[in-house]
């Protein structure tokens, strides 16, 4: 069964700290690993995907397939920054549409 | 482009009455999905339609129901609800052949 965990519920960090979110997937071959950020009062969106290899807002997220993780970073946390983050999971096979997601990771970046 | 747009944004329904939420996706995707957001599941996906065929479905009792139309609109039926049905509705578009999901804001049901 695939699964992906966020261990995280909240994370706080300074402005200017570093900030890592934790995601660890469970899934039977090579998923597609994906980053869904929702900012205050803004609908959910694509932040970044491990295929496309981009730094979108300065963020980047390694696929492990060894320790089947795919954290987020970021070098230097800014106030814009503070938002709920989904990882999720999209299966090679029979799942069109269909994401797995962690159960997200609240963070709150304070000056 | 306009977004993904959901309609109603806000419904109040009492136990055992049934309601049906509508979405209509970017212009030009064929994939619409469904996905139920609550505190304590979190978002658990509910099904997938793509030119009028669902192709993938969660695990949701057969209360839960949806089709889509020949323009890709797409519209969920709850029947007979429960007080646990109260959540987000969450509705996204893709062209269809998999990767970026683009959601909508939401239909918040409220079952009392």
């Known amino acids: 069964a695939q699964r992906v965990t966020q261990p995280e519920k909240l994370l706080s960090v300074f402005k200017g700290a570093p900030v890592e979110l934790k995601c660890n997937y469970s899934?039977?071959?090579?998923?597609?690993l994906f980053w869904y950020v929702q900012y205050s009062r803004q609908r959910l969106q694509l932040l970044l995907r491990?295929?496309s290899r981009e730094s979108i807002k300065g963020f980047t997220a390694d696929l492990n397939k060894g320790e089947t993780s795919f954290h987020l970073k970021k070098p230097f946390a800014q106030e814009e920054d503070s938002a709920m983050y989904y990882c999720?999971?999209?299966?090679?096979?029979?799942?069109?549409?269909?994401?797995?997601f962690g159960a997200g990771t609240q963070v709150v970046v304070t000056p | 482009k306009a977004g993904v747009t959901q309609t109603p944004r806000y419904l109040i329904k009492t136990r055992g009455q049934q309601v049906t939420l509508s979405c209509s996706p970017i212009?030009?995707?064929?994939?619409v999905s469904w996905y139920q957001q609550t505190p304590g599941q979190g978002l658990q996906f509910l099904f997938e339609?793509?030119?009028?065929?669902?192709?993938n479905k969660g695990n949701f009792p057969g209360r839960f129901s949806g089709r889509q139309f020949s323009n890709s609109r797409s519209e969920m039926n709850v029947s007979t609800l429960e007080l646990g049905d109260s959540a987000l509705y969450l509705c996204?578009?893709?062209?269809?052949?998999?990767?970026?999901?683009?959601f909508g804001e939401g239909s918040r049901l409220t079952v009392l």
């Open positions: 999720a999971l999209e299966g090679i096979t029979d799942s069109w549409g269909k994401l797995q």
């Open positions: 212009s030009g995707h064929r994939s």
């Open positions: 899934y039977s071959g090579s998923p597609e």
């Open positions: 339609y793509f030119s009028e065929t669902q192709r």
């Open positions: 996204a578009s893709s062209p269809g052949a998999g990767g970026e999901l683009f």
């Open positions: 491990h295929i």
